[in-house]
């Protein structure tokens, strides 16, 4: 997500802050600001677009002063903007945040009430607001003013502060986004992640949640929330800048891999409301009058987004009881779409830009369709042409093969699925609760599926040389297998074809001897028997299964030869942790081979061509 780098000590803190947001810059970000305390005064520079148009900035207007944070934002809520970058200021106080505080729109509401007038459409500016509402009230200092604020913050945040009134200290608080402390000579420095803070240090601690600190140029001072003093010392950390950058994974795509509970935790912030069984979701614009006038949705996307599609497609059907279709985006628009008012188009893309999808968004316009937008990346055009927007909260996906997007699509696309499923009146509020529950347990199973990576491991160190393999799967299982067969071609370049199972029999079982691993995604679902007869059939022909399973499924384990276990979850959340093992299997396959996993040839992250 954003980055942060603050400073506190006896140098300039402008070029060290500079510094650290550069050793960010890898992940990605649209706008990006420093805040430093001259010793009278705290001057602010922001700018949109890349750092060296902050930098730029900074040449018109120096800052000078030894005490200072600075941020890159990846907008979340508000436009990337000059007005919307961090830091945000209130009063005597400066913050710069990262994450997504879920009841903002309740404490705006209550501020604004009390009068308060907002500069930027951002969350952060809340808690600065809040900060700077608690010193005006009495708290005895920036810290006791931040514990104040932190009690009335519902969400995921690091923070870090800055006050006027304290010109020799940072305070920084960390909930469910890390926050990392670099301990220097004479100097202390706090950062989003590691890189920021290896041009300074290599002594660090980590704030845990529920954790904030005071930073001065002597150390730090942490204590629980509640008030309770930590002892935590420093420890130091030897990676390299490019390891740092990679949190200490071989690629980015891993590390991504490994995101996946925490993206799929933020995509669901503040979206249910489990006591109405119901979606929350201002941004959608989809009223009970407009959702129940739909009699079709079309789903439009490419590559891997169109795998999401397919999936959000049964649950449309599903839930929602409206017809539902996908389309390739890079199809339709090449054919004379029959486009109506009564269309719900739903473009889903990760970086919001592809070519193809924005043409197919523009022909479902002229066609007086209502399009909705499903997007990591905010602002971007796909979700400019839209009517509305559902946001996925991935992060940066810095690898070219999209892993935690796509889970965090499905995300998206079940909470759209159950958002128009009640407000057609397809849906109760029971049935919408269960699956909202099951919604919330989906990072735990994520987790349960990733600890199993040594098995997945195994099967890419026994099949990293086949040169074809294919992949089976039915109902929700089969863009599953879709998807499962783009990414290993996508990574490791060897063939791959993805079938749904009942199509076995229509040509692709002649392909089926000894040499022939398939893939057979088949946990515990209403298609289960048929897809084991499936891998019957596979069997019956000497191929070499592979099977993604449920957790203790004693017939699957009698039949395959490899078994690929996912935990015993609801049937319909299952395509998203059965992707992951198909995710891992890419990988490791691809980085036995030796190929470029983060950059593959041939590849682009976003296709803005057609
Ligand atoms: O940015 P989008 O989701 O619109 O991109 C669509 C495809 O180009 C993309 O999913 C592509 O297939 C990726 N390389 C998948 O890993």
Known sequence: MCGI???????????????????????????????????????????????????????????CGSTGLGHTRWATHGRPSEQNAHPHAAGDVAVVHNGIIENYLELKHELQASG?????????????????????????NLFGAMRQALGRLRGAYALAAISRREPDRLVIA??????????????????????????????MLF?????????????????????????????????????????????FMLKEIFEQPRAVEDTLRGRINLDEGDVVEAELGLDAQAARSIERVVLVACGTSHHAALVGRYWIEQLARVAAHTELASEVRYRDPVFGPK??????????????????????????????????????AIPRASHGSLYTHAGPEIGVASTKCFTTQLVALLLLAVHLGRRRGALDAERGREILQALLE?????????ARKADIHQ?????????????????????????????????????????????????????????????VVMPRDRQYEKTLSNLQEVRARDGQVIAVVTEGDAEAKKLAQWVLELPKMPELTQPV??????????????????????????????????
């Open 207 to 251: 704030l845990e949640d529920g954790e904030m600190a005071e930073l001065t140029a002597s150390g730090v001072r942490i204590e629980t929330v509640e008030g309770k003093p930590v002892e935590r010392a420093p420890r130091r950390i030897d990676w390299s800048a490019v390891q740092a950058e990679k949190g200490g994974y071989k690629h």
């Open 442 to 450: 989906l990072p735990n199973e994520l987790r349960w599926t990733l």
């Open 5 to 63: 780098v603050g400073y506190v000590g006896p140098k300039k803190a402008a070029p060290i802050l500079l510094d650290g947001l550069r050793r960010l810059e890898y992940r990605g970000y649209d706008s990006a600001g420093l805040a430093v305390h001259d010793g009278r005064e705290i001057e602010v520079v922001r700018a949109a677009g890349k750092l060296e148009n902050l930098a730029n900035a900074l040449e018109q207007r120096p800052l």
């Open 116 to 140: 308060v007038r907002f500069a930027s459409d951002t969350d952060t500016e809340i808690v600065a607001h809040l900060i700077h509402r608690a010193l005006e009230q009495g708290a005895p």
């Open 459 to 519: 099967v890419a160190r026994h099949w990293h040389n086949a040169p074809h393999m294919l992949f089976l799967g039915r109902g929700l299982g089969y863009p599953i297998a879709l998807e499962g067969a783009l990414k290993l071609k996508e990574i490791s370049y060897s063939h791959a074809e993805g079938y749904a199972a009942g199509e076995m029999k229509h040509g692709p079982i002649a392909l089926i001897d000894e040499n022939m691993p398939v893939v």
């Open 174 to 203: 960390k909930n469910a986004s890390p926050l990392v402390v670099g301990v220097g000579e004479g100097e202390t420095l706090c950062g989003s992640d590691i890189p920021a803070l290896l041009g300074s240090t290599r002594n």
């Open 577 to 610: 942790a059965a992707v992951v093992p198909l995710q891992l299997l890419a990988y490791y396959i691809a980085d036995l081979k030796g190929t470029d996993v983060d950059q593959p040839r041939n590849l682009a992250k976003t296709v803005t061509v057609e």
């Open 343 to 380: 269309d719900l188009v739903v473009a889903v893309s990760q970086s919001g830009e592809t070519a193809d999808t924005l043409a197919a968004v523009k022909a479902a316009r002229e066609g007086g369709a209502r399009v909705l937008a499903i997007a990591n990346v905010l602002d971007s």
